[in-house]
């Protein structure tokens, strides 16, 4: 099993920037494609960001391209959402994700690809 925990969110004010953490336990954290996600209230989760399980490869959502910088580091099995320019249109559940499957090739951006989720940080920007 992987576990994942995820910290860093809080209330900022638009322009401001937060840190995202995901912390995973389980042995197979390394060799999985990792997500983050979010959902704002009354919409569905969206896909925000994903990472390959090597690191080499990263994937955005059109809406946080040059804004949003998403990294691993497995040695200490954790992953990082970066969030730079915030504005109030980003304030949502924020929730890491890994992939059902090890080792897999691509960056997937639908849930389903995903097997294991944490409990979500709140993430609130005011104008």
């Known amino acids: 099993q992987v576990q994942l925990v995820e910290s860093g969110g809080g209330l900022v004010q638009a322009g401001g920037s937060l840190r995202l953490s995901c912390a995973a336990s389980?042995?197979?954290?390394?060799?999985?494609?990792m997500g983050w996600f979010r959902q704002a209230p009354g919409k569905e989760r969206e896909f925000v960001a994903g990472?390959?399980?090597?690191?080499?490869?990263?994937s955005y959502t059109d809406s946080v391209k040059g804004r949003f910088t998403m990294s691993r580091d497995n040695a200490k099995n954790t992953v990082y959402l970066q969030m730079n320019s915030l504005t109030p249109e980003d304030t949502a559940v924020y929730s890491c994700?890994?992939?059902?499957?090890?080792?897999?090739?691509?960056?997937?951006?639908?849930?389903?690809?995903?097997?294991?989720w944490g409990q979500g940080t709140q993430v609130t920007v005011s104008s």
């Open positions: 389980g042995r197979t954290f390394s060799t999985r494609v």
């Open positions: 990472i390959s399980w090597g690191g080499g490869s990263t």
């Open positions: 994700a890994a992939d059902r499957t090890q080792m897999r090739s691509k960056v997937y951006v639908t849930t389903y690809e995903y097997g294991y």
